[in-house]
């Protein structure tokens, strides 16, 4: 199957490739068999990401820690509404699928075109092509998806691409639509803004015209960052990816031990409580 995505929409092969690759491991971090899928069935350049360890390590660490947490999160909520934005080919609505769980992935239209052509259709699993900045995109989330369910709002690979005014709007846009929603959310750190020419998978996007490269755009100094943005928004819990699997990153590893590097390298995948203010 030929693919022609816009770069943006292009970084979801590299989370594809990254899982595809841990299933071939004999203990892998985890497992997703749609990977292998696609993998194979789409006609792609996956060999220019085969040294890129760190990244293969990294993403498959995220995905992990993001199973968990929502996995936990439906446990205790299991009426929920799941809104996975920035979906790509995330298959997690398969994987982790449940009786009372709606799922409603969200991204631009050229990547819902193929996702449509990859995954078969499964009750409680809904599509939405759209932007994630822009309002319009969940007003066409029917409401009965809505009313009397818990919000679970997911973004995996996303938001370092969006400047801070982007996500500023996005946040508040966010919080207005779904005042009470929990929001599961992976960011990176402030050091590695601007440099997306040295990023091991990243560089190699876009490789005759870098001017074209998605940009990282935003990175935080902690977890509790986005605190300051709103009143509405509070850390509930976060989980640093150096924490986990250590012997995955090789020499790099040694960040974990010293609060300077750890702080100035480690991303984190945080939990954050919506609880605006109802507007009369």
Not at 74 to 99: C, F, M, Q, W
Not at 170 to 193: C, D, G, K, Y
Not at 229 to 242: F, G, I, N, T
């Amino acid at each position: 199957m030929k693919v022609d995505l816009t770069p943006l929409p292009e970084t979801a092969l590299i989370t594809v490739w990254a899982k595809a690759v841990e299933n071939g491991r004999e203990n892998p971090i985890c497992r997703d068999p749609w990977a292998d899928k696609f993998v194979k069935e789409i006609d792609y350049d996956f060999d220019r990401f085969k040294k890129s360890k760190g990244s293969q390590a990294g993403v498959c660490i995220r995905t992990k820690l993001l199973d968990d947490a929502t996995v936990h999160y439906l446990y205790e909520h299991p009426k929920t509404t799941v809104i996975n934005l920035g979906a790509g080919l995330d298959s997690r609505g398969r994987r982790l699928a449940a009786a009372d769980v709606i799922w409603i992935d969200i991204d631009l239209p050229e990547m819902m075109v193929l996702r449509r052509q990859l995954f078969e259709d499964m009750p409680n699993h809904h599509i939405i092509d759209g932007s994630v900045l822009d309002d319009v995109t969940y007003a066409k989330i029917p409401p009965e998806y809505l009313v009397e369910r818990d919000i679970l709002i997911i973004a995996e690979g996303l938001l370092m691409y969006f400047d801070e005014g982007e996500l500023k709007s996005l946040f508040n846009l966010l919080t207005r639509r779904f005042p009470h929603a929990r929001m599961l959310f992976e960011v990176l750190p402030q050091s590695i803004i601007g440099k997306e020419k040295y990023h091991d998978t990243l560089s190699k996007i876009s490789v005759n015209n870098p001017e074209q490269r998605p940009k990282f755009k935003h990175g935080i100094d902690g977890p509790r960052f986005f605190e300051a943005w709103d009143p509405a928004l509070h850390l509930v819990e976060y989980w640093s990816l150096l924490d986990y699997y250590p012997s995955r990153f090789g020499v790099f590893r040694v960040m974990a031990f010293f609060a300077a590097l750890r702080k100035r390298f480690t991303s984190y995948i945080l939990s954050y409580q919506f609880d605006k203010m109802d507007e009369s």
